[in-house]
C-alpha cells in the first residue's frame, strides 16, 4: 500500500471566533509557527480549551485563520476547501455508519472515489488484516465495541491512497483503559510501517509521550514548546511544560539571583555556570524536578509532611520557607527520621524568569 503523505507548515497562524477582535484575550490562538515534517508523528498536547482541536481544524479546512498560512509540501493551502485536503481525520467519537457492514464502512471512501472494485476489495482486505477485523467483515458495525468503532474511522483513513496527513482528535477518549494501550501500539505500529504523517492531539501526557515522535506544547492558544519527550522532560522552556509533564510534575520554588546564582529560602543554589542579571522585578523561579532533588546530609534543610510510597520509589513532601516540594527517593535509600537535608543537581536545575527559561552564559 503507498500513501502520498505531505509535510504541514503552520506560518504565523493567529485565529479568534469573533467578527472583529480586540486584543490579545480575543484570540484561540497567537503566532502559531509548527512544522510537521512528512513521515513524522506529532501530539499536540494541553488542556482542555488550550487552542489544540482549533488548529486540526485549520489545517483540515473546516476553519480559515484569522492570519497566517498553512502550507502542504510548500503549496499554501489556507483558503482550500477540506475536500482538496486529503486529510484523514479521526475524532473522539467513532464516525461509523452503523447500518452498514465492517467491509462496506471501509469500502465507503473509495467508492466515492470510483476506484476500481478488485482494488477496493484488496485494499479493504490489507486494512482488516492490519487492525485485526478480518473476523469482523461481515458483521454490521452497530454491533462493535468502542474501541472496534474507533478501528474502522482510523481504516477509512488507512485505506485511502491520497491521504496526505493523518489526525486524531482525543481518538482514545471512549476507550476502555485496558484497550487504550494496545489502539496507540497499533497506531505506532501502522506509523513505523507506513511512515504516515501523523497529528494527534491529547491533554493526556502519557498517550502524547508514547505515541509522538515530537511534541507540541500548548498553553492558552500558544506553542510554548516542542520537543521530543526527553526534551520536554529534561529541559522545559517554559513552566507551564515543567508543571504539566511529569508525575508529579516540575517543582517551581520563587527565588533570587545574586552575583548570577539562584538565593531559595536563604540558600544559595549551585549551577554549572551563573546567569545573565534580569530587570528587577521580574518574577523569577527554580524548577527542578523531583528525580534531581537528593537527600544530602550536606544539603539545607526541609520540613517533611508525609512520605507517598509509590512502590519502585517514595516521594517525600516537604515544605521549605513556606514553597512545597516534591522529592523523589529510589529504593533502598533511607529517609532520615529528622533533619532531612537536600540538594539539587547543578546540570538539571533550571531558572525561569516570567515563565520562561533563563539560559546560562555558557550555552547562550
Known sequence: MVHTMAEISLQNISHSYQRLPNGRADYALRNVDLTCRKGGAYALLGPSGCGKTTILNIVSGL??????????????????P?????????????????????????????????MDHLQIEERVKDVAEMLELTDSLHKKASGLTADGKQKISLGRGLVRPDVNVMMFDEPLTVID????????????????RFDFTMIYVTHDQTEALTFADEVAVMYEGEVVQVGTPDELFERPTHTFVGHFIGSPGMNLLPC????????????????????????????LEIGIRPEFIKLDPEGFFVNVNRVDDVGRYRIIKAECGGSL?????????AIPSENVRVSFDPEHTQVYCEGWLLVRKEAA
Open 63 to 80: 476553519l480559515m485563520p484569522t492570519d497566517g498560512k498553512v502550507l502542504f509540501d510548500g503549496e499554501d493551502v489556507t483558503t482550500h
Open 82 to 114: 477540506p475536500d482538496q485536503r486529503n486529510i484523514a481525520q479521526v475524532f473522539q467519537f467513532p464516525v461509523v455508519y452503523d447500518t452498514m457492514s465492517v467491509h462496506d464502512n471501509l469500502a465507503f471512501p473509495l467508492r466515492n472515489r470510483n
Open 177 to 192: 483503559p485496558h484497550l487504550k494501550w494496545e489502539l496507540r501500539s497499533k497506531l505506532k505500529q501502522l506509523h513505523r
Open 256 to 283: 533570587t539571583l545574586v552575583d548570577g546564582y539562584p538565593l531559595f529560602s536563604g540558600n544559595r543554589i549551585q549551577l554549572p555556570s551563573p546567569l545573565p542579571p534580569v530587570e528587577p522585578d521580574q518574577r
Open 325 to 333: 516540594l516534591n522529592v523523589y527517593v529510589p529504593e533502598g535509600v
